[in-house]
């Protein structure tokens, strides 16, 4: 009877063993909690200098609140790989950081990938309301809409580390009808601020003189690289890329063109704004990866 005893007892504590090494491996696969803090989103007045304190590390969520010009795209309902990105095909930009400026001619190569300052390029605050003629383009991203249907991403001048900037072309709907996804790589350590800006035209009340000048999404991209496996999945970066979200005074220009006002996100290629460029911040990240997918 002891024996019988003995081996029901053993038996037990063998299935408890087997439960618990179960649990323990399948519980981190279906976590719904654990969240990349490579890439964040940070909203700040165009008045106000980015801050290491004001920078979240939490994950990127989309503005709350805000009205829209037009409906902002999701993929929520679309299936994700293993890196966060959704599953599908897609274009691949990448966002490379180099120590040197290059010299060599990049125009019209479409090589997937533009390069910028790895320590170089001006914050957004630094940039509002400047002159965008007078405007040092190093560490800028044009931004040129390709008016085909359906219209296509193209490389068209791949160096930001010169005078002229970089370029870049996308589809004329993007902002209606693509999402984007952005993941920092690289060396640990790196980070960079990346903004949505464009121009509107000031007129002067004395000389009549119309001035361009530089508006800044007051929704800024801010990425770190940090180390672990999490911290290198896709984020959605939509609203934060594929629009300008700005505080519209009412009477104004803008206001009335937009039909809108308060805090409002514009699409790109709005008639209503104009110069519309990718500002890059860049405090030593080497490498973003960014990822477009037609939205669902």
């Known amino acids: 009877m002891l024996r019988i005893l003995s081996g029901l007892a053993a038996l037990v504590m063998a299935s408890t063993t087997v439960f618990v090494a179960s649990s323990y491996v399948v519980s981190p696969a279906t976590s719904s909690t654990a969240t990349a803090a490579s890439v964040t989103t940070q909203a700040a007045t165009t008045q106000a200098k980015t801050t290491d304190a004001q920078r979240t590390t939490a994950e990127i969520k989309p503005t709350a609140g805000l009205s829209t010009t037009t409906p902002t795209t999701t993929t929520a309902s679309v ?5 966060g990105a959704p599953s599908g095909s897609h274009y691949n930009l990448n966002i490379i950081g180099v120590p040197k400026d290059k ?16 320590f170089g390029g001006q914050s957004a605050a ?3 309301g400047k002159d965008f003629a007078t405007l040092s ?14 219209g296509t991403f193209n490389v068209l001048d791949a160096n930001a580390t010169d005078s002229n900037g970089a370029l870049f072309q996308l589809p004329l709907d993007v902002s209606a009808k693509w999402t984007v996804y952005a993941r920092a790589l690289g060396k640990p350590g790196g980070s960079a601020d990346m903004t949505t800006c464009a121009t509107q035209n000031v007129v002067d009340p004395v000389t009549g003189a119309i001035t361009q000048e530089v508006i800044c999404s007051v929704a ?11 911290n290198t999945k896709f984020q959605n970066v939509t609203s934060e890329l594929l629009f300008v979200t700005l ?3 009412a009477g104004s220009t803008l206001a009335t063109c937009l039909g809108a006002t308060g805090t409002v996100q514009i699409p790109l290629f709005s008639p209503c704004l104009q110069n519309d460029f990718w500002n890059y911040d860049n405090n030593g990240l080497k490498l973003l990866q960014l990822r477009f997918y037609p939205a669902s």
């Open 220 to 230: 800024t991209l801010s990425l770190v690289r940090k180390t672990g496996a999490i």
């Open 103 to 118: 010299t060599a001619a990049m125009d019209d190569n479409n090589g997937h990938r533009i390069f910028v300052q790895l």
């Open 79 to 83: 299936a994700t790989t293993g890196n």
């Open 247 to 249: 505080n519209v005074v």
């Open 126 to 128: 630094d940039i509002s």
């Open 137 to 150: 383009k190093v560490n800028k991203i044009m931004l040129v809409p390709d008016t085909a249907v359906p």
